[in-house]
Protein backbone atom coordinates (compact mmCIF):
# COMPACT_ATOMS: atom_id res chain seq x y z
CA UNK A 1 0.00 0.00 0.00
CA UNK A 2 2.56 2.31 0.56
CA UNK A 3 4.77 1.47 -2.45
CA UNK A 4 1.39 2.34 -4.63
CA UNK A 5 1.01 5.69 -2.45
CA UNK A 6 4.87 6.73 -3.13
CA UNK A 7 4.11 5.59 -6.67
CA UNK A 8 1.48 8.19 -7.40
CA UNK A 9 2.72 10.90 -5.64
CA UNK A 10 6.03 10.50 -7.58
CA UNK A 11 6.54 13.73 -9.99
CA UNK A 12 7.75 12.43 -13.17
CA UNK A 13 8.58 13.50 -16.62
CA UNK A 14 5.35 12.37 -17.93
CA UNK A 15 3.89 14.93 -15.08
CA UNK A 16 6.41 17.42 -16.38
CA UNK A 17 5.72 17.57 -19.88
CA UNK A 18 1.71 17.70 -18.97
CA UNK A 19 1.74 20.40 -16.92
CA UNK A 20 4.34 22.23 -19.22
CA UNK A 21 2.02 22.01 -21.60
CA UNK A 22 -0.49 23.13 -19.78
CA UNK A 23 1.28 26.32 -18.41
CA UNK A 24 2.43 26.84 -22.11
CA UNK A 25 -1.23 27.51 -22.98
CA UNK A 26 -1.78 24.14 -24.84
CA UNK A 27 -5.65 23.71 -24.17
CA UNK A 28 -5.93 20.02 -25.81
CA UNK A 29 -4.37 17.21 -27.36
CA UNK A 30 -5.26 15.41 -30.18
CA UNK A 31 -3.89 12.14 -30.28
CA UNK A 32 -3.94 8.07 -30.89
CA UNK A 33 -2.00 6.64 -27.88
CA UNK A 34 0.12 3.66 -27.72
CA UNK A 35 1.61 1.46 -25.26
CA UNK A 36 4.38 4.07 -25.29
CA UNK A 37 2.02 6.33 -23.09
CA UNK A 38 1.69 4.70 -20.31
CA UNK A 39 3.22 6.93 -18.03
CA UNK A 40 1.27 9.85 -19.58
CA UNK A 41 -1.87 8.09 -18.76
CA UNK A 42 -1.26 7.73 -15.32
CA UNK A 43 -0.16 11.45 -15.02
CA UNK A 44 -3.67 12.56 -16.98
CA UNK A 45 -5.13 10.01 -13.75
CA UNK A 46 -3.36 11.28 -11.39
CA UNK A 47 -4.25 15.30 -12.14
CA UNK A 48 -8.35 14.04 -12.63
CA UNK A 49 -7.82 12.58 -9.00
CA UNK A 50 -6.17 15.82 -7.64
CA UNK A 51 -8.45 18.12 -9.85
CA UNK A 52 -5.04 19.64 -11.32
CA UNK A 53 -6.08 21.57 -14.44
CA UNK A 54 -4.71 19.39 -17.73
CA UNK A 55 -5.07 19.89 -21.55
CA UNK A 56 -8.09 18.33 -22.02
CA UNK A 57 -7.23 15.06 -24.57
CA UNK A 58 -9.50 14.34 -27.93
CA UNK A 59 -8.91 10.97 -28.65
CA UNK A 60 -8.72 10.45 -32.57
CA UNK A 61 -8.58 7.04 -34.10
CA UNK A 62 -6.09 7.62 -36.73
CA UNK A 63 -2.78 9.95 -36.33
CA UNK A 64 -4.11 12.06 -39.77
CA UNK A 65 -7.19 13.26 -37.89
CA UNK A 66 -5.43 14.56 -35.54
CA UNK A 67 -2.60 16.26 -36.89
CA UNK A 68 -5.72 17.77 -38.90
CA UNK A 69 -7.81 18.84 -35.86
CA UNK A 70 -4.48 19.84 -34.06
CA UNK A 71 -4.12 22.60 -37.37
CA UNK A 72 -7.70 23.41 -37.58
CA UNK A 73 -7.87 24.15 -33.88
CA UNK A 74 -4.37 26.21 -34.25
CA UNK A 75 -5.80 28.63 -36.80
CA UNK A 76 -8.85 29.99 -35.30
CA UNK A 77 -7.12 30.03 -32.29
CA UNK A 78 -4.43 31.10 -32.70
CA UNK A 79 -2.40 29.15 -29.82
CA UNK A 80 -0.61 25.92 -30.17
CA UNK A 81 -2.14 22.92 -29.76
CA UNK A 82 -0.73 19.23 -29.11
CA UNK A 83 -1.00 16.02 -30.96
CA UNK A 84 0.32 12.77 -29.27
CA UNK A 85 0.82 9.70 -31.66
CA UNK A 86 2.61 5.98 -30.96
CA UNK A 87 6.41 5.64 -31.56
CA UNK A 88 7.71 5.25 -35.47
CA UNK A 89 4.14 3.76 -37.00
CA UNK A 90 1.96 6.63 -35.22
CA UNK A 91 4.75 9.30 -36.40
CA UNK A 92 4.42 7.32 -40.53
CA UNK A 93 0.65 7.89 -39.89
CA UNK A 94 0.94 11.67 -39.61
CA UNK A 95 1.18 11.75 -43.54
CA UNK A 96 0.98 14.61 -45.49
CA UNK A 97 -0.28 16.46 -42.52
CA UNK A 98 2.75 17.25 -41.05
CA UNK A 99 3.60 18.83 -45.04
CA UNK A 100 0.35 21.09 -44.13
CA UNK A 101 1.17 22.79 -41.01
CA UNK A 102 4.98 23.16 -42.43
CA UNK A 103 3.96 25.05 -45.58
CA UNK A 104 0.65 26.36 -44.34
CA UNK A 105 2.88 27.92 -40.89
CA UNK A 106 0.62 26.54 -38.17
CA UNK A 107 2.10 26.00 -34.81
CA UNK A 108 1.74 22.01 -33.53
CA UNK A 109 3.48 20.31 -30.80
CA UNK A 110 4.26 16.83 -31.77
CA UNK A 111 4.96 14.16 -29.17
CA UNK A 112 6.00 10.69 -29.93
CA UNK A 113 7.13 7.85 -28.43
CA UNK A 114 10.17 6.16 -28.47
CA UNK A 115 10.38 2.29 -28.50
CA UNK A 116 12.22 1.50 -25.21
CA UNK A 117 15.84 1.66 -24.84
CA UNK A 118 16.38 -1.21 -22.30
CA UNK A 119 15.51 -4.87 -22.91
CA UNK A 120 16.22 -6.73 -19.67
CA UNK A 121 14.30 -5.03 -17.19
CA UNK A 122 16.97 -2.50 -16.14
CA UNK A 123 14.57 0.34 -15.67
CA UNK A 124 10.64 1.06 -15.11
CA UNK A 125 9.15 1.13 -18.56
CA UNK A 126 11.67 -1.54 -20.46
CA UNK A 127 11.16 -4.19 -23.46
CA UNK A 128 7.85 -6.03 -22.61
CA UNK A 129 6.39 -7.38 -26.13
CA UNK A 130 7.58 -8.16 -29.64
CA UNK A 131 6.65 -4.85 -31.10
CA UNK A 132 8.62 -2.52 -29.32
CA UNK A 133 11.68 -4.41 -31.14
CA UNK A 134 9.84 -3.85 -34.80
CA UNK A 135 9.65 -0.46 -33.99
CA UNK A 136 13.22 0.23 -33.20
CA UNK A 137 14.61 2.71 -36.05
CA UNK A 138 18.34 4.27 -36.29
CA UNK A 139 16.36 7.77 -36.83
CA UNK A 140 12.79 8.07 -36.04
CA UNK A 141 13.13 11.66 -35.92
CA UNK A 142 14.08 11.93 -39.66
CA UNK A 143 10.62 10.73 -40.62
CA UNK A 144 9.34 14.67 -39.82
CA UNK A 145 12.78 16.29 -40.09
CA UNK A 146 11.83 18.24 -43.15
CA UNK A 147 8.34 19.41 -42.17
CA UNK A 148 9.30 20.57 -38.84
CA UNK A 149 11.02 23.38 -37.14
CA UNK A 150 12.65 21.68 -34.46
CA UNK A 151 12.78 17.93 -33.52
CA UNK A 152 14.51 16.36 -30.32
CA UNK A 153 14.55 13.91 -28.01
CA UNK A 154 14.08 13.70 -24.25
CA UNK A 155 16.97 12.55 -22.16
CA UNK A 156 16.67 13.48 -18.94
CA UNK A 157 13.33 13.58 -16.77
CA UNK A 158 15.08 16.75 -15.39
CA UNK A 159 14.36 19.48 -17.81
CA UNK A 160 11.25 18.37 -19.51
CA UNK A 161 9.28 21.51 -18.94
CA UNK A 162 12.33 23.55 -20.60
CA UNK A 163 11.91 21.11 -23.61
CA UNK A 164 8.45 21.91 -23.71
CA UNK A 165 8.75 25.83 -23.46
CA UNK A 166 11.38 26.08 -25.84
CA UNK A 167 9.39 23.54 -28.79
CA UNK A 168 6.35 26.29 -28.19
CA UNK A 169 8.75 29.37 -28.12
CA UNK A 170 9.85 28.03 -31.81
CA UNK A 171 6.23 26.67 -32.63
CA UNK A 172 5.14 30.11 -32.46
CA UNK A 173 7.77 32.31 -33.43
CA UNK A 174 7.48 33.53 -37.63
CA UNK A 175 7.21 31.75 -39.83
CA UNK A 176 5.17 29.81 -37.18
CA UNK A 177 5.47 25.68 -37.94
CA UNK A 178 5.21 22.47 -36.29
CA UNK A 179 7.27 20.88 -33.97
CA UNK A 180 8.37 17.33 -33.35
CA UNK A 181 9.69 15.88 -29.73
CA UNK A 182 10.05 11.88 -28.62
CA UNK A 183 10.93 10.30 -25.39
CA UNK A 184 11.23 6.68 -24.51
CA UNK A 185 9.31 4.74 -21.65
CA UNK A 186 12.34 4.72 -19.34
CA UNK A 187 13.12 8.65 -19.29
CA UNK A 188 9.47 8.96 -19.21
CA UNK A 189 9.34 7.18 -15.91
CA UNK A 190 12.29 8.87 -14.62
CA UNK A 191 11.55 11.15 -11.36
CA UNK A 192 11.81 15.06 -12.27
CA UNK A 193 11.48 18.19 -10.34
CA UNK A 194 8.28 20.27 -10.27
CA UNK A 195 9.95 23.92 -10.93
CA UNK A 196 7.73 26.29 -11.72
CA UNK A 197 8.69 27.91 -15.36
CA UNK A 198 7.06 31.31 -15.94
CA UNK A 199 5.86 31.37 -19.53
CA UNK A 200 6.31 34.83 -19.79
CA UNK A 201 10.11 34.15 -19.82
CA UNK A 202 9.33 31.93 -23.29
CA UNK A 203 7.68 34.34 -25.33
CA UNK A 204 7.89 33.92 -29.51
CA UNK A 205 10.19 36.24 -31.18
CA UNK A 206 9.25 39.73 -31.64
CA UNK A 207 7.25 40.85 -34.65
CA UNK A 208 9.75 42.03 -37.24
CA UNK A 209 9.22 45.08 -39.03
CA UNK A 210 11.06 47.19 -42.05
CA UNK A 211 13.74 49.80 -42.20
CA UNK A 212 12.39 53.24 -42.12
CA UNK A 213 13.93 53.79 -45.75
CA UNK A 214 12.20 50.73 -46.64
CA UNK A 215 8.87 52.19 -46.25
CA UNK A 216 9.83 55.72 -47.65
CA UNK A 217 10.86 53.66 -50.80
CA UNK A 218 7.85 51.40 -51.11
CA UNK A 219 5.66 54.32 -50.39
CA UNK A 220 7.24 56.11 -53.22
CA UNK A 221 6.98 53.76 -56.06
CA UNK A 222 3.01 53.02 -55.26
CA UNK A 223 2.33 57.58 -54.82
CA UNK A 224 4.12 57.28 -58.44
CA UNK A 225 2.53 54.46 -59.58
CA UNK A 226 -0.13 54.60 -62.36
CA UNK A 227 -1.56 50.83 -62.34
CA UNK A 228 -0.40 49.73 -58.56
CA UNK A 229 -1.60 46.15 -57.52
CA UNK A 230 -1.12 43.91 -54.09
CA UNK A 231 -1.50 40.38 -54.10
CA UNK A 232 -1.83 38.40 -50.73
CA UNK A 233 -2.83 34.96 -50.09
CA UNK A 234 -2.37 34.45 -45.83
CA UNK A 235 -1.83 38.17 -44.45
CA UNK A 236 -5.20 37.60 -42.81
CA UNK A 237 -3.38 34.72 -40.34
CA UNK A 238 -3.24 37.50 -38.16
CA UNK A 239 -6.78 39.09 -38.02
CA UNK A 240 -5.51 42.49 -37.24
CA UNK A 241 -3.91 42.40 -40.45
CA UNK A 242 -7.01 42.95 -42.14
CA UNK A 243 -7.81 46.14 -40.89
CA UNK A 244 -4.32 47.79 -41.72
CA UNK A 245 -4.76 46.45 -45.26
CA UNK A 246 -7.53 48.02 -45.97
CA UNK A 247 -6.46 51.35 -44.48
CA UNK A 248 -3.95 51.14 -46.56
CA UNK A 249 -5.07 50.41 -49.43
CA UNK A 250 -7.81 52.67 -49.28
CA UNK A 251 -5.60 55.83 -49.08
CA UNK A 252 -3.57 54.92 -52.08
CA UNK A 253 -6.22 52.99 -53.90
CA UNK A 254 -4.34 49.97 -54.19
CA UNK A 255 -6.42 47.03 -55.95
CA UNK A 256 -6.00 43.88 -54.04
CA UNK A 257 -6.26 40.16 -55.03
CA UNK A 258 -6.26 37.31 -52.79
CA UNK A 259 -4.73 34.99 -54.90
CA UNK A 260 -5.72 31.19 -54.01
CA UNK A 261 -6.56 32.07 -50.38
CA UNK A 262 -6.28 30.26 -47.13
CA UNK A 263 -7.08 32.85 -44.69
CA UNK A 264 -9.51 35.61 -45.13
CA UNK A 265 -7.47 38.44 -45.93
CA UNK A 266 -9.40 41.89 -47.30
CA UNK A 267 -13.23 41.86 -47.45
CA UNK A 268 -14.52 40.77 -50.36
CA UNK A 269 -17.62 43.43 -50.49
CA UNK A 270 -14.68 46.17 -50.66
CA UNK A 271 -14.35 48.07 -54.22
CA UNK A 272 -10.79 47.64 -54.17
CA UNK A 273 -10.81 43.37 -54.18
CA UNK A 274 -10.24 42.04 -57.41
CA UNK A 275 -11.32 38.01 -56.76
CA UNK A 276 -9.11 35.65 -56.26
CA UNK A 277 -6.73 35.48 -59.42
CA UNK A 278 -3.56 37.51 -59.79
CA UNK A 279 -2.75 35.94 -63.48
CA UNK A 280 -5.07 38.89 -65.45
CA UNK A 281 -3.70 42.14 -63.99
CA UNK A 282 0.38 41.14 -62.84
CA UNK A 283 1.36 41.85 -66.74
CA UNK A 284 -0.37 45.38 -66.78
CA UNK A 285 0.59 46.83 -63.39
CA UNK A 286 3.77 48.86 -62.84
CA UNK A 287 4.96 48.49 -59.23
CA UNK A 288 3.58 45.09 -57.43
CA UNK A 289 3.38 44.69 -53.30
CA UNK A 290 3.53 40.37 -52.77
CA UNK A 291 2.19 40.60 -49.29
CA UNK A 292 2.74 36.80 -47.81
CA UNK A 293 1.54 34.81 -50.67
CA UNK A 294 3.95 31.86 -51.96
CA UNK A 295 3.34 31.99 -55.51
CA UNK A 296 1.76 35.20 -56.79
CA UNK A 297 2.09 34.18 -60.51
CA UNK A 298 3.47 31.42 -62.57
CA UNK A 299 6.30 32.29 -64.22
CA UNK A 300 6.09 29.91 -67.21
CA UNK A 301 2.68 31.64 -68.45
CA UNK A 302 2.72 34.09 -70.85
CA UNK A 303 1.05 36.51 -67.30
CA UNK A 304 3.95 37.77 -65.67
CA UNK A 305 5.14 41.06 -64.84
CA UNK A 306 6.12 43.38 -67.53
CA UNK A 307 9.95 44.52 -68.10
CA UNK A 308 10.39 47.10 -65.60
CA UNK A 309 7.43 46.59 -63.07
CA UNK A 310 8.45 47.33 -59.58
CA UNK A 311 8.03 44.16 -57.85
CA UNK A 312 8.41 44.70 -53.33
CA UNK A 313 8.22 41.12 -51.49
CA UNK A 314 7.18 41.50 -48.07
CA UNK A 315 6.52 38.29 -46.45
CA UNK A 316 7.81 36.53 -42.87
CA UNK A 317 9.58 34.14 -45.02
CA UNK A 318 10.80 35.91 -48.34
CA UNK A 319 13.09 33.53 -49.19
CA UNK A 320 10.77 29.96 -49.13
CA UNK A 321 14.24 28.81 -48.14
CA UNK A 322 12.37 25.54 -47.50
CA UNK A 323 11.64 25.16 -51.01
CA UNK A 324 14.72 24.51 -53.19
CA UNK A 325 13.70 25.83 -56.66
CA UNK A 326 11.70 29.35 -56.18
CA UNK A 327 12.01 32.64 -57.38
CA UNK A 328 10.26 35.62 -57.57
CA UNK A 329 12.39 38.18 -58.79
CA UNK A 330 11.77 41.79 -56.86
CA UNK A 331 12.81 45.03 -56.52
CA UNK A 332 13.58 44.20 -52.89
CA UNK A 333 12.79 41.32 -50.12
CA UNK A 334 12.16 41.96 -46.87
CA UNK A 335 11.55 39.63 -43.69
CA UNK A 336 8.74 41.60 -42.03
CA UNK A 337 5.19 40.85 -39.67
CA UNK A 338 2.89 41.88 -42.60
CA UNK A 339 0.77 43.59 -39.80
CA UNK A 340 3.26 45.99 -38.42
CA UNK A 341 4.69 46.67 -41.58
CA UNK A 342 1.33 48.12 -42.77
CA UNK A 343 1.29 49.81 -39.38
CA UNK A 344 4.66 51.43 -39.99
CA UNK A 345 3.37 52.52 -43.45
CA UNK A 346 0.06 53.57 -42.58
CA UNK A 347 1.96 55.76 -39.62
CA UNK A 348 4.33 57.17 -42.77
CA UNK A 349 1.62 58.05 -44.83
CA UNK A 350 0.06 60.45 -41.75
CA UNK A 351 2.88 62.24 -41.76
CA UNK A 352 3.69 63.19 -45.63
CA UNK A 353 1.21 64.71 -47.90
CA UNK A 354 -1.32 62.65 -49.51
CA UNK A 355 -1.73 61.08 -52.68
CA UNK A 356 -3.11 63.64 -55.73
CA UNK A 357 -6.49 63.60 -55.44
CA UNK A 358 -6.68 62.80 -59.13
CA UNK A 359 -4.71 60.02 -59.44
CA UNK A 360 -6.38 58.50 -56.20
CA UNK A 361 -9.97 58.78 -58.19
CA UNK A 362 -8.60 57.71 -61.54
CA UNK A 363 -7.17 54.41 -59.77
CA UNK A 364 -10.14 54.15 -57.25
CA UNK A 365 -12.69 54.18 -60.42
CA UNK A 366 -11.07 51.75 -62.08
CA UNK A 367 -10.73 48.96 -59.28
CA UNK A 368 -14.39 49.63 -59.22
CA UNK A 369 -15.44 49.18 -62.37
CA UNK A 370 -13.68 45.78 -62.36
CA UNK A 371 -15.08 45.05 -59.25
CA UNK A 372 -18.38 45.44 -60.51
CA UNK A 373 -17.44 43.51 -63.51
CA UNK A 374 -16.50 40.64 -61.71
CA UNK A 375 -19.41 40.45 -59.41
CA UNK A 376 -21.85 40.62 -62.48
CA UNK A 377 -20.16 37.88 -63.87
CA UNK A 378 -19.88 35.47 -61.04
CA UNK A 379 -23.53 36.10 -60.25
CA UNK A 380 -24.27 34.83 -63.84
CA UNK A 381 -22.69 31.31 -63.35
CA UNK A 382 -24.42 31.15 -59.95
CA UNK A 383 -27.64 30.99 -61.58
CA UNK A 384 -29.90 27.75 -60.91
CA UNK A 385 -28.35 24.93 -64.47
CA UNK A 386 -31.58 24.78 -66.57
CA UNK A 387 -30.44 21.18 -67.61
CA UNK A 388 -30.59 20.28 -63.81
CA UNK A 389 -26.98 19.30 -63.66
CA UNK A 390 -25.61 20.38 -60.20
CA UNK A 391 -22.73 23.11 -60.34
CA UNK A 392 -20.07 24.11 -57.62
CA UNK A 393 -21.37 28.09 -58.79
CA UNK A 394 -24.75 26.57 -57.84
CA UNK A 395 -24.32 24.31 -54.41
CA UNK A 396 -22.26 27.76 -53.37
CA UNK A 397 -25.11 30.34 -53.93
CA UNK A 398 -27.53 27.79 -52.27
CA UNK A 399 -25.49 27.76 -49.43
CA UNK A 400 -25.15 31.63 -49.06
CA UNK A 401 -28.59 31.64 -47.77
CA UNK A 402 -28.24 29.40 -45.57
CA UNK A 403 -25.07 30.68 -43.66
CA UNK A 404 -23.97 34.06 -42.42
CA UNK A 405 -20.87 36.22 -42.04
CA UNK A 406 -19.54 34.78 -39.13
CA UNK A 407 -19.87 31.11 -39.93
CA UNK A 408 -16.21 29.00 -40.13
CA UNK A 409 -15.55 28.02 -43.90
CA UNK A 410 -12.47 24.86 -44.29
CA UNK A 411 -11.46 24.75 -47.84
CA UNK A 412 -10.22 21.26 -48.92
CA UNK A 413 -11.89 21.84 -52.70
CA UNK A 414 -9.35 21.97 -55.56
CA UNK A 415 -10.86 22.41 -58.78
CA UNK A 416 -13.99 23.86 -57.18
CA UNK A 417 -12.67 26.21 -54.93
CA UNK A 418 -12.90 29.17 -57.51
CA UNK A 419 -17.04 29.18 -56.63
CA UNK A 420 -16.26 29.17 -53.25
CA UNK A 421 -13.85 31.86 -53.20
CA UNK A 422 -16.49 34.00 -55.73
CA UNK A 423 -20.10 33.07 -54.37
CA UNK A 424 -19.24 32.80 -50.18
CA UNK A 425 -17.52 36.38 -50.01
CA UNK A 426 -16.10 36.52 -46.24
CA UNK A 427 -15.83 40.06 -44.78
CA UNK A 428 -14.80 39.45 -41.41
CA UNK A 429 -11.17 38.40 -40.17
CA UNK A 430 -11.00 34.72 -39.25
CA UNK A 431 -13.91 32.89 -41.14
CA UNK A 432 -12.12 31.41 -44.06
CA UNK A 433 -9.08 28.40 -43.72
CA UNK A 434 -7.02 26.44 -46.10
CA UNK A 435 -4.62 23.95 -45.42
CA UNK A 436 -1.56 26.20 -46.93
CA UNK A 437 -0.20 22.65 -47.89
CA UNK A 438 -0.72 20.41 -51.19
CA UNK A 439 -1.62 17.44 -48.97
CA UNK A 440 -5.12 16.29 -49.24
CA UNK A 441 -7.51 14.58 -46.48
CA UNK A 442 -7.23 17.73 -44.12
CA UNK A 443 -10.57 19.13 -43.95
CA UNK A 444 -12.88 16.75 -42.17
CA UNK A 445 -10.25 17.00 -38.81
CA UNK A 446 -9.78 20.89 -39.57
CA UNK A 447 -13.45 21.13 -39.06
CA UNK A 448 -13.18 18.87 -36.38
CA UNK A 449 -10.78 21.32 -34.81
CA UNK A 450 -12.26 24.26 -36.40
CA UNK A 451 -15.35 23.33 -33.92
CA UNK A 452 -13.79 22.68 -30.78
CA UNK A 453 -12.40 26.11 -30.65
CA UNK A 454 -15.64 27.86 -31.81
CA UNK A 455 -18.51 25.77 -30.44
CA UNK A 456 -20.63 28.66 -30.95
CA UNK A 457 -20.46 29.17 -34.53
CA UNK A 458 -21.49 27.39 -37.49
CA UNK A 459 -17.95 25.69 -39.74
CA UNK A 460 -18.66 24.03 -43.19
CA UNK A 461 -16.13 22.08 -44.65
CA UNK A 462 -15.78 21.85 -48.69
CA UNK A 463 -13.97 18.71 -50.22
CA UNK A 464 -13.79 16.75 -53.14
CA UNK A 465 -14.94 13.21 -53.20
CA UNK A 466 -10.98 12.51 -53.98
CA UNK A 467 -10.36 14.02 -50.71
CA UNK A 468 -13.09 12.48 -48.76
CA UNK A 469 -11.63 9.05 -49.28
CA UNK A 470 -7.92 10.67 -48.27
CA UNK A 471 -9.49 12.23 -44.93
CA UNK A 472 -9.81 8.90 -42.56
CA UNK A 473 -13.59 9.91 -42.44
CA UNK A 474 -14.38 6.88 -40.31
CA UNK A 475 -12.09 8.92 -37.14
CA UNK A 476 -13.60 12.44 -38.33
CA UNK A 477 -17.40 11.37 -37.92
CA UNK A 478 -16.59 9.30 -34.75
CA UNK A 479 -14.66 11.90 -32.75
CA UNK A 480 -17.26 14.60 -33.91
CA UNK A 481 -19.92 13.07 -32.30
CA UNK A 482 -18.28 11.77 -29.11
CA UNK A 483 -16.74 15.22 -28.50
CA UNK A 484 -19.73 16.91 -29.64
CA UNK A 485 -18.48 18.86 -32.51
CA UNK A 486 -20.97 18.88 -35.33
CA UNK A 487 -20.13 20.22 -38.48
CA UNK A 488 -21.25 20.62 -42.33
CA UNK A 489 -19.72 18.90 -44.91
CA UNK A 490 -20.01 19.35 -48.94
CA UNK A 491 -18.86 17.10 -50.89
CA UNK A 492 -18.12 17.87 -54.60
CA UNK A 493 -18.29 14.30 -56.20
CA UNK A 494 -17.16 14.21 -59.82
CA UNK A 495 -16.27 10.61 -59.36
CA UNK A 496 -13.02 11.59 -60.21
CA UNK A 497 -9.62 13.04 -59.48
CA UNK A 498 -10.23 16.41 -61.98
CA UNK A 499 -6.61 17.92 -61.16
CA UNK A 500 -5.15 15.27 -62.58
CA UNK A 501 -7.34 14.98 -65.32
CA UNK A 502 -7.42 18.69 -65.92
CA UNK A 503 -3.19 18.67 -65.37
CA UNK A 504 -2.83 16.06 -67.86
CA UNK A 505 -5.07 17.81 -70.24
CA UNK A 506 -2.75 20.72 -69.92
CA UNK A 507 0.65 18.77 -70.72
CA UNK A 508 -0.53 16.42 -73.57
CA UNK A 509 -4.24 17.60 -75.01
CA UNK A 510 -3.94 15.50 -77.71
CA UNK A 511 -3.01 12.58 -76.05
CA UNK A 512 -4.20 9.68 -73.61
CA UNK A 513 -7.76 9.92 -74.29
CA UNK A 514 -8.18 5.66 -74.35
CA UNK A 515 -6.74 5.49 -71.00
CA UNK A 516 -7.02 8.55 -69.14
CA UNK A 517 -10.45 7.34 -67.08
CA UNK A 518 -9.04 4.39 -65.91
CA UNK A 519 -5.90 6.28 -64.28
CA UNK A 520 -8.75 9.19 -62.83
CA UNK A 521 -12.15 7.56 -62.80
CA UNK A 522 -13.78 7.11 -59.38
CA UNK A 523 -16.73 5.66 -60.69
CA UNK A 524 -18.69 4.01 -58.96
CA UNK A 525 -19.03 6.20 -56.43
CA UNK A 526 -18.77 5.46 -52.64
CA UNK A 527 -21.67 6.05 -50.57
CA UNK A 528 -19.85 9.37 -48.84
CA UNK A 529 -22.85 10.33 -46.71
CA UNK A 530 -23.68 6.95 -45.54
CA UNK A 531 -20.41 6.54 -44.35
CA UNK A 532 -19.81 9.48 -41.65
CA UNK A 533 -23.67 8.61 -40.71
CA UNK A 534 -21.99 4.87 -39.98
CA UNK A 535 -19.32 6.28 -38.18
CA UNK A 536 -20.91 8.87 -36.07
CA UNK A 537 -24.70 9.30 -37.02
CA UNK A 538 -24.03 12.26 -39.08
CA UNK A 539 -27.19 13.19 -41.20
CA UNK A 540 -26.82 11.95 -44.64
CA UNK A 541 -27.96 13.37 -48.00
CA UNK A 542 -26.99 12.29 -51.34
CA UNK A 543 -28.22 14.68 -53.68
CA UNK A 544 -28.04 14.34 -57.49
CA UNK A 545 -30.66 17.12 -59.08
CA UNK A 546 -30.21 21.22 -59.44
CA UNK A 547 -33.80 21.81 -58.06
CA UNK A 548 -33.28 19.20 -54.72
CA UNK A 549 -30.10 21.28 -53.28
CA UNK A 550 -32.00 24.09 -51.57
CA UNK A 551 -34.08 21.57 -49.22
CA UNK A 552 -31.06 19.60 -48.39
CA UNK A 553 -28.55 22.11 -47.02
CA UNK A 554 -31.60 23.84 -45.20
CA UNK A 555 -32.35 20.51 -43.57
CA UNK A 556 -28.47 19.98 -43.21
CA UNK A 557 -27.81 23.07 -41.12
CA UNK A 558 -30.73 22.77 -39.07
CA UNK A 559 -29.32 19.37 -38.28
CA UNK A 560 -26.12 20.89 -37.53
CA UNK A 561 -27.51 23.23 -35.50
CA UNK A 562 -29.27 20.31 -33.28
CA UNK A 563 -25.70 19.22 -32.56
CA UNK A 564 -25.66 16.48 -35.34
CA UNK A 565 -22.81 16.56 -38.07
CA UNK A 566 -24.03 16.32 -41.61
CA UNK A 567 -22.44 15.50 -45.09
CA UNK A 568 -24.11 16.63 -48.66
CA UNK A 569 -22.78 14.23 -51.34
CA UNK A 570 -23.64 16.44 -54.26
CA UNK A 571 -23.28 14.49 -57.26
CA UNK A 572 -22.02 16.54 -60.13
CA UNK A 573 -21.07 15.84 -63.66
CA UNK A 574 -18.65 13.21 -63.79
CA UNK A 575 -15.02 14.28 -65.36
Known amino acids: ?68 AAHGYAQVSGKTQAVFVHVDVGTQNLGGGISNAYHG ?26 ATYLQDVPDQGGIVRQYVKWDYSIRTGKNVKQ ?73 GRNTACVAELVRFCERLAIPVVEERPIHMNFPADHPLHLGYLAAPYVADADVIVVLDCDVPWIPSSKQIPQEGCKIFFIDIDPLKDSI ?13 DSATALGQMNSHLDSVAPMDPVKHGQR ?47 NESVTSATAIFQNLPRTKPGTFFGSGGSSLGWGGGAAL ?89 ALARTVERADELPAALVEAMRAVRKGRSAVVDIRMAKI
Open 1 to 68: MNSENNKSTRYTASDALMTGLQEAGVSHIFGNLGSDHADIIESLAKAAANGTPMPKVVLCPHEGVALA
Open 105 to 130: RVPVFVFAGLTPYTIEGELPGSRNRS
Open 163 to 235: LVQRAIQIAESDPKGPVYLTGAREVLAEESVATPLPPEKWRPIEPAALRAESVTEIIGALMHAERPLLITSYS
Open 324 to 336: PLWYMPSERFFRA
Open 364 to 410: RERAMEKHSELRNAWSKKARAPLDGVITPDWVTACLREEIDANTILI
Open 449 to 537: GSKLAAPDRDVVCFTGDGAFFLGNPSSVYWASRRYDAPFLTIVFNNQGWNATQENFKRLHPNGGAGTLGDCVSLSPSADFAEIAAAAGG
